[in-house]
């Protein structure tokens, strides 16, 4: 198997990552991307996370065990195609399948006998064996192909727990499937976990973004109990983490954000709908962090006396997390529409994000009625605003002490 190609479906913030642990394994690997020109920034060294670095792509690509294409051509020798397409969700709130089709759709006119396909793309429960498998079958008309799942697991900007350490698990549709593909993660991942099933695996993946996106729903909900008897959040939080067993610490914040955690208990509720069970929890904790922002921005009004018309306000970090350039579904982005829609004029400050919606970063200010701390990434300099005397609202949703008493 060491003699096939690798070709990664989807050059964005898992597959990218994947391509270079792919080529540092000694595999060649194709970085597909129908994005042409994200290919050529690719080809050039540009990169757009902080998990690949300029230095990682022209290295890889000068030994030519990486290569990037916005166009593949048929393949004769069996290869490992591996699927890293974005599965958001639509205006509605349902899975929004389209690139995850369109990427089977394109497996199938170039894919030959015996070649191995791996979904990583979170989806519903079923994806592989309902959706991927026959169609490609379908399409192809090749019959001896291997399929398997190996949900990722990236966390951009967690320094401990990398694509190498973090266990990954895997199932296949047979024992081939299942051989070839636990040899290829094991050429790059420390620790592998076999499952029964592709629906096990799909499934964890749901319920493990689920379970967070479910205790966040309650810590935030928490907020607004400990704003009303006038005591702190995250002192309670931390009083209650001192409980060595059972309890797991969250803490508040405007929302949720980033690919997973807002859309995997959709497609889990998708899933679960497929056969008329009902998601009660799940949609309660859906309308409590969707909900989320307007009530901070009512609290912010009460902050102000009342009134966010013609208040100058800035914030400080709109990516969706700290350290991080990921605007996707950054609930900041929200939290500035919405004030803005009260009149209050908005700017912010993102080192790591030049420009969104037509606005640019601009240096944090003092001549301002409140300056907001959403994502604090460590190179913000927030002594501008403490040697300013500004009046800032800490609304990150961390347990750091940035100078201000936590608002959430």
Known sequence: MSSESVIIVGC???????????????????????????????????????????????????????????????????????????????????????????????????????????????SFIGTLNKLIKPMIHKISGVSNLDFAVAPERIDPGNSTWSLSN????????????????????????????????????????LFENTFRHLNIALVN???????????????????????PYGFMPFYPGVGVGGHCIPVDPSYLKYSAELFGVKTDLISVANKLNKSNVEKIVKRIEIFLGGDLKNKVIQMAGISYKTNVADLRESPYLELIEQIQKLGGKVSWYDPLVSEWNGQFSMELRTDIDLGIICSPHSVIDFSIWKDGKVKVLDLSATNKNYGWTKFL
């Open 12 to 122: 964005g913030y898992v597959g990218l990552p994947l391509a270079i642990k792919v080529a540092e394994s000694g595999k060649s690997v194709i970085g597909f991307d129908i994005d042409a020109k994200k290919i050529d920034r690719l080809i050039s060294g540009k990169t757009f996370t902080t998990e690949v670095s300029s230095a990682d792509l022209l290295k890889w690509q000068s030994t030519g065990k990486l290569s990037f294409t916005s166009k593949l051509d048929k393949h004769s020798n069996p290869a490992i195609f591996v699927i890293c397409v974005p599965t958001p969700l639509n205006s509605s709130g349902e899975p929004d399948l389209s690139m995850l089709i369109q990427a089977c759709e394109i497996i199938s006119n170039v894919i030959c006998e015996g070649s191995l396909v791996v979904n990583e793309s979170t």
């Open 221 to 243: 909900e928490l907020s607004s109990i400990t704003n009303a008897f006038g005591i702190s959040t995250h002192e309670v939080v931390s009083a209650a983490s001192t409980k």
């Open 166 to 205: 973090t266990p990954r698990i895997i199932a296949a549709v047979s024992d081939s499937s299942l051989a070839r593909t636990r040899e290829f993660y094991a050429s790059f991942c420390k620790e592998i976990l076999v499952v029964s099933s592709p629906e096990v695996a799909e499934t964890a993946k």
